[in-house]
């Protein structure tokens, strides 16, 4: 199975903010790798697939890049609305599989 | 454009539930499905996968052989039926549609990315 490793697990920063989270996966697995924002009692949302194309109703603050077992979600110009949790995941296998997510905080 | 869940609730360690979730606004029988779950204060969880015509489904390996993933695209419905449940099974289960893309090479799998997710339904394993 491929294990899927965010860091941070939390991070705060202040409105206006940019902010890079990482993820790396156990094995190769190209640009097979999506990202979700979750905020409290929501449902996930799609921010980001097949590494770095943006999903159509996703702010362009958002961006993805990395390939092979290294990957980054960027945010930039932080917003109210941004503090949640993100989380990646890969669909290189078929058995699907999320990083543990990190925590946004404001400041 | 909406996935709704429901069937969950509380049941006895080793028993059984049935979730459905009803698909609207979009043509059901065209995409992949797929269960995701959250236990509480924990992260996601990707559980099982079904093709478009339910001929082809995965499981990890918390669930495989204990959950049974199925569609009937004549109803707009996909389904998880969950037996010999343990008090692990704790969450709130969602539903969600996989879209996909090209790959990045002539012959490459597609890229699958689960684009619409329902609000989920809650179970609870406790006696």
């Known amino acids: 199975d491929i294990q899927m490793t965010q860091s941070p697990s939390s991070l705060s920063a202040s409105v206006g903010d940019r902010v890079a989270i990482t993820c790396r996966a156990s094995q190769s697995i190209g640009t097979y790798l999506n990202w979700y924002q979750q905020r409290p009692g929501k449902a996930p949302k799609l921010l980001i697939y097949a590494a770095s194309s943006l999903q159509f109703d996703v702010s362009s603050r958002f961006s993805g890049s990395g390939s092979g077992t290294d990957f980054t979600l960027t945010i930039t110009s932080l917003q109210p609305e941004d503090f949640a949790t993100y989380y990646c995941q890969q669909s290189y296998s078929p058995l699907y599989s999320f990083g543990q997510g990190t925590k946004l905080e404001i400041k | ?127």
């Open chain 2, 1 to 127: 454009v909406q996935l709704v869940e429901s069937g969950g609730g509380l049941v006895q360690p080793g028993g059984s539930l049935r979730l459905s979730c009803e698909a609207s606004g979009f043509t059901f029988s065209a995409y992949e499905m797929a269960w995701v779950r959250q236990a509480p204060g924990k992260g996601l969880e990707w559980l099982s996968f079904v093709s478009t015509g339910g001929g082809t489904r995965h499981y990890a390996d918390s669930v495989k052989g204990r959950f049974t993933i199925s569609r009937d695209n004549g109803r707009n419905s996909l389904f998880l039926q969950m037996n010999s449940l343990r008090i692990e099974d704790t969450a709130i289960y969602y539903c969600a549609r996989e879209d996909s893309t090209e790959g990045p090479y002539s012959g490459s799998p597609p890229y699958q990315y689960m684009d619409v997710w329902g609000k989920g339904t809650t179970v609870i394993v406790s006696s």
